[in-house]
T-cell receptor, first 112, second 116 residues
Framework: KAGVTQTPRYLIKTRGQQVTLSCSPI?????VSWYQQTPGQGLQFLFE???????NKGNFPGRFSGRQFSNSRSEMNVSTLELGDSALYLC???????????FGDGTRLSIL | QQQVKQSPQSLIVQKGGISIINCAYE??????FPWYQQFPGKGPALLIA?????SEKKEGRFTISFNKSAKQFSLHIMDSQPGDSATYFC???????????????FGTGTRLTVIP
């Protein structure tokens, strides 16, 4: 069974631009969560989608948004990029049951 | 506020030794405690997990010890190998509502280096 796939693996953007990251969950997984990983803040939860609905949201500004499609694939969008948005963005998928999240290898976003 | 506190930040162990990583939490509503292993350039991978009604869980060389009264849990890696060199994250999960939504809070990570 294929794992969680995130594209692209690397992105370089400049301040003020916007970016869209993509995540394909494990087949059959309906929940997709997004995390931001930085050396200083560690792994921080962004939001979770289930059946195309945002079910849970972390403490990030409104510039961070996401959506989920009917095939459970998810996208995350960051608008008006800031230098501090440079991070590894991880997507994780899980079945309906609690807790067991399977991560992709992330998208490394660098803001110049 | 860090929901899950993890220590040490880094750990160096000789091959064959025991690696021990500790985590502590305050929220007694947490009901699932996974450990993740992350190699450079890769996403975290679930290593082993425990629920609070169990005091210990062992899978191969990896053991979680859970102390509910002390609100602490730890990962023990027996016979540590150079291939175990990675960053380890403890986490704690809390169910938010009946929909199955839950929050997963991560510790700050421990970089383990196993010396040959």
């Amino acid at each position: 069974k294929a794992g969680v796939t995130q594209t692209p693996r690397y992105l370089i953007k400049t301040r003020g631009q916007q970016v869209t990251l993509s995540c394909s969950p494990i087949s059959g997984h309906r929940s997709v969560s997004w995390y931001q990983q930085t050396p200083g803040q560690g792994l921080q939860f962004l939001f979770e989608y289930f059946s195309e609905t945002q079910r849970n949201k972390g403490n990030f500004p409104g510039r961070f948004s996401g959506r989920q499609f009917s095939n459970s694939r998810s996208e995350m969008n960051v608008s008006t990029l800031e230098l501090g948005d440079s991070a590894l963005y991880l997507c994780a998928s899980s079945l309906v049951s609690q807790g067991t999240q399977h991560f992709g290898d992330g998208t490394r976003l660098s803001i110049l | 506020q860090q929901q899950v506190k993890q220590s040490p930040q880094s750990l160096i162990v000789q091959k064959g030794g025991i690696s021990i990583i500790n985590c502590a939490y305050e929220n007694t509503a947490f009901d699932y405690f996974p450990w993740y292993q992350q190699f450079p350039g890769k996403g975290p991978a679930l290593l082993i997990a425990i629920r609070p009604d169990v005091s210990e869980k062992k899978e191969g060389r990896f053991t979680i010890s859970f102390n509910k009264s002390a609100k602490q849990f730890s990962l023990h890696i027996m016979d540590s190998q150079p291939g175990d060199s990675a960053t380890y994250f403890c986490a704690a999960s809390i169910r938010l509502d009946q929909t199955g939504a839950n929050n997963l809070f991560f510790g700050t990570g421990t970089r383990l280096t196993v010396i040959p």
